[in-house]
Nanobody, 117 residues
Framework: QVQLVESGGGLVQTGGSLRLSCAAS???????????MAWYRQAPGNQRELVAT???????NYSDSAEGRFIISRDNAKNSVYLQMNSLKPEDTAVYYC????????WGRGTQVTVAS
């Protein structure tokens, strides 16, 4: 079973930036590098929604709300994936979760991002 641990959340002002990190453990590097990783988020009262995905080869995809502001990246040597969030808005406030396609889908516990207006 893969363990995913997110970090980097916090409180930021509107227009600010944050960089989230997700470290995967319990898997070999050659397995990590072939799996799809993603970031999701869930705001209070809302369903969890997809923010961005990245394949093992580095192909990325973004939600409409993230396109042009967020950048997902990965470092296969460190079994890690990142989410650079720029021009943050209050509506970006949510718990952000890391997801791996391994083992039918694995989740981290999330990291809180709060954007103050």
């Amino acid at each position: 079973q893969v363990q995913l641990v997110e970090s980097g959340g916090g409180l930021v002002q509107t227009g600010g930036s944050l960089r989230l990190s997700c470290a995967a453990s319990g898997i070999a590097g050659f397995i990590f590098r072939i799996n799809v990783m993603a970031w999701y988020r869930q705001a209070p009262g809302n369903q969890r929604e997809l923010v961005a995905t990245i394949t093992g080869g580095g192909s990325t995809n973004y939600s409409d709300s993230a396109e042009g502001r967020f950048i997902i990246s990965r470092d296969n040597a460190k079994n890690s994936v990142y989410l650079q969030m720029n021009s943050l808005k209050p509506e970006d406030t949510a718990v952000y979760y890391c997801w791996s396609s391994l083992y039918g889908g694995s989740w981290g516990r999330g990291t809180q991002v709060t954007v103050a207006s």
